[in-house]
């Protein structure tokens, strides 16, 4: 998974592809549209859901995998 840019990397584009994410915490969330989560660091600090990387979705529906 591509490292956090600290923007959306589909910023701009009026059709983005959906992705999935993977948190600070180790929870990874997929097939997601890129602007629904803040990629910028929280302005409290680090926190459990900072994104930390992404990748494009290879699913086809929304599936949230917790840490083991």
């Not at 589909?10 to 983005?16: I, T």
């Not at 660091?41 to 494009?56: A, E, I, L, N, R």
């Amino acid at each position: 998974m591509p490292l956090n840019p600290g923007r959306n990397p589909f910023e701009g584009n009026d059709s983005p592809p959906l992705i999935d994410v993977r948190f600070r915490n180790g929870i990874v969330v997929r097939c997601v549209p890129p602007g629904n989560y803040l990629w910028k660091q929280w302005p409290t600090g680090p926190h459990d859901f900072d994104v930390v990387s992404w990748q494009p979705a290879t699913g086809k529906d929304y599936e949230v995998v917790w840490p083991t």
